[in-house]
């Protein structure tokens, strides 16, 4: 396979000198390490899944999450590889492949475990699972930046009302309590895994290495300790989400916060839903544009500025292949930067992946449970 090109400047495609190319690369952190996930995803020396099984799930989910040029490429990956053994253990691993692609609220404790009794270890689940997910961010990525690199204008933001005084809905609990609305809660949740989860007196110095830089309480965690089993592909993922919630500048913290909580009420996952509600809420100081979320996404927001995020988080969610120049409008009425829309897409499209892992790989339980 060839990773000498960045594969998403490739598609969108991207050439240096636009301004959306230009722009890109002001989060080359980002661009290295999604480059370097694909890479790990898709080693030929990759141990447990054939190549084969593993491109032919890339192109079935880019293909149903409405990434057409991305489906063409990993099927052009498929035609010089040696296909996939037809049978069973095929069919399931493609029939999971499509219910996370379109309907990850679907993709339950029961459909998980139908892999294992079709044949695959547990970490060739976990590489399956991230592999899903991967390509769900991809593709979100590149519509993304093909709407920016569309629209054809610079960064001219409108004058700024000034903000009213905030003032707390008297109906909600105040900041720091829970919120508990629709099944979404912004209270602290646990998370139990649904596979055996990797011994910690088993891992290598490699494992514990990378457990150690992905999260400060990993090695006590189910979630990490249940995607260790690859622990290559963890690494680059670590860095990914890392560089896109945390980079300098740009949108504000707070509102890459909304925009995952947003994607995650869309696409059911209580558990990314009650964190980053909490982050939001410890941001901004307070909680009402996340009970609006809760309650219904799509008429939420406080302000002009919180309905654009909104709407076009629940767009690029929903409908990748219908995402364009126009839905990228309110954002550019509400004066979001073109750095400010590059981190916005880059937190969509990372929920997109975190939701597919924390919602189909386990399940949230009460904290201390």
């Given at each position: 396979?060839n ?7 490739a ?5 240096p000198?636009q301004?959306?190319h230009t722009v890109?690369?002001?989060r080359d952190k980002?661009?290295a ?6 890479r790990a ?8 899944m054939p190549?084969?099984?593993?491109l ?13 040029a991305?489906a063409a ?6 035609a010089?590889?040696?296909?996939p053994?037809q049978g ?9 492949a499509?219910t996370?692609?379109?309907?990850p609220?679907?993709g339950?404790?029961?459909?998980i475990l139908?892999?294992?009794a079709a044949?695959?270890?547990t970490?060739?689940v976990?590489t399956?699972g991230q ?10 990525v590149i519509?993304?930046?093909q709407?920016?690199?569309a629209?054809g204008?610079g960064d001219v ?15 909600l609990?105040?900041?720091g ?8 809660t912004?209270?602290?949740l646990?998370?139990k895994?649904?596979?055996?989860t990797l011994?910690?007196e088993?891992a290598?110095?490699r494992q ?6 992905s999260h400060p ?6 979630y990490?300790?249940t995607?260790?089993?690859q622990p290559e592909?963890?690494e680059q993922r670590?860095?990914?989400?890392n ?7 740009g949108?504000?913290r707070?509102e890459?916060e ?5 994607v ?6 209580v558990?990314c839903?009650?964190?980053h509600?909490?982050r939001?809420?410890?941001?901004a100081k307070r909680n ?14 406080t302000?002009?500025?919180e ?9 690029l969610?929903q409908?990748?292949a219908?995402?364009g120049?126009?839905q990228l409008?309110?954002?550019r009425a509400?004066?979001?930067?073109s750095?400010e829309?590059?981190d916005?897409i880059?937190?969509?499209?990372i929920?997109?992946w975190?939701n597919?892992l924390?919602?189909?790989l386990?399940?949230p339980?009460e904290?201390g449970?």
């Amino acid at each position: 396979m060839n990773f000498t090109d960045d594969l998403i400047d490739a598609l969108v495609p991207l050439r240096p000198g636009q301004p959306a190319h230009t722009v890109r690369h002001q989060r080359d952190k980002v661009v290295a390490a999604t480059q370097a996930c694909l890479r790990a995803v898709f080693d030929p020396a990759l141990p447990g899944m054939p190549l084969g099984e593993r491109l032919l799930a890339a192109a079935t989910v880019a293909e149903l999450s409405g990434g057409a040029a991305l489906a063409a490429w990993y099927r052009g990956q498929l035609a010089t590889t040696q296909p996939p053994q037809q049978g069973p253990r095929l069919d399931a691993i493609l029939t999971f492949a499509s219910t996370l692609a379109t309907r990850p609220v679907e993709g339950d404790r029961e459909a998980i475990l139908r892999l294992p009794a079709a044949g695959l270890a547990t970490a060739d689940v976990v590489t399956l699972g991230q592999l899903i997910a991967l390509v769900t961010y991809q593709v979100r990525v590149i519509a993304g930046l093909q709407a920016l690199a569309a629209e054809g204008q610079g960064d001219v933001a409108p004058p700024q009302a000034d903000a009213e005084p905030f003032v707390h809905p008297a109906n909600l609990p105040p900041p720091g309590e829970p919120l508990r609305i629709q099944g979404f809660t912004s209270a602290t949740l646990g998370w139990k895994a649904w596979l055996p989860t990797l011994p910690l007196e088993q891992a290598t110095p490699r494992q514990l290495e990378i457990l150690k830089t992905s999260h400060p309480k990993a090695t006590s965690s189910d979630y990490y300790m249940t995607l260790i089993w690859q622990p290559e592909i963890l690494e680059q993922r670590s860095i990914v989400f890392n560089a896109i919630m945390y980079a300098p500048g740009g949108l504000s913290r707070a509102e890459r916060e909304l925009a995952s909580t947003v994607v995650s009420r869309v696409n059911g996952c209580v558990y990314c839903g009650s964190v980053h509600a909490q982050r939001f809420e410890q941001l901004a100081k307070r909680n009402d544009v996340i009970a609006q979320v809760f309650e219904e996404p799509a008429t939420a927001g406080t302000n002009a500025r919180e309905r654009a995020i909104v709407q076009a988080s629940i767009a690029l969610t929903q409908d990748a292949a219908g995402f364009g120049a126009a839905q990228l409008a309110p954002l550019r009425a509400a004066g979001l930067t073109s750095l400010e829309i590059l981190d916005w897409i880059h937190a969509v499209a990372i929920f997109a992946w975190a939701n597919r892992l924390m919602q189909n790989l386990g399940e949230p339980v009460e904290a201390g449970v």
